[in-house]
Nanobody
Framework: QVQLVESGGGLVQAGGSLRLSCAAS????????MGWFRQAPGKEREFVAV????????YYADSVKGRFTISRDNAKNTVYLQMNSLKPEDTAVYYC?????????????????WGQGTQVTVSS
């Protein structure tokens, strides 16, 4: 069982930055692929980024590539999402999630554990 708690959301002006954190419980954090997803009002949850435990590979949605960076600190059981050059269309509730599968890791259905989400609002 893994419990995830996000923090770091808030209100920021367009062009600004935020860093989201996701603290995980459990001693096997380092063996999970950790992803970030987001959901805007009236829209489906969408993939943002993932950090794989095996090989430390990272993948990003095209919409955030070059602006967002995912990273993890296994000693702290924490995964981060550094968000720069924020745009109003980045406004959403951001969720972190954990999975051990290596198949289709950009799909939300592959994730077993989810945090409660943190709101990010970008004003124009």
């Amino acid at each position: 069982q893994v419990q995830l708690v996000e923090s770091g959301g808030g209100l920021v002006q367009a062009g600004g930055s935020l860093r989201l954190s996701c603290a995980a419980s459990g001693r096997t954090f380092s063996t999970y692929n950790m992803g970030w997803f987001r959901q805007a009002p009236g829209k489906e949850r969408e993939f943002v980024a993932v950090d794989t435990w095996s090989g430390g590979n990272t993948y990003y949605a095209d919409s955030v590539k070059g602006r967002f960076t995912i990273s993890r600190d296994n000693a702290k059981n924490t995964v981060y999402l550094q968000m720069n050059s924020l745009k109003p269309e980045d406004t959403a509730v951001y969720y972190c999630a954990a999975t051990r599968t290596i198949v289709s890791i950009t799909a939300s259905r592959q994730y077993d554990y989810w945090g409660q989400g943190t709101q990010v609002t970008v004003s124009s």
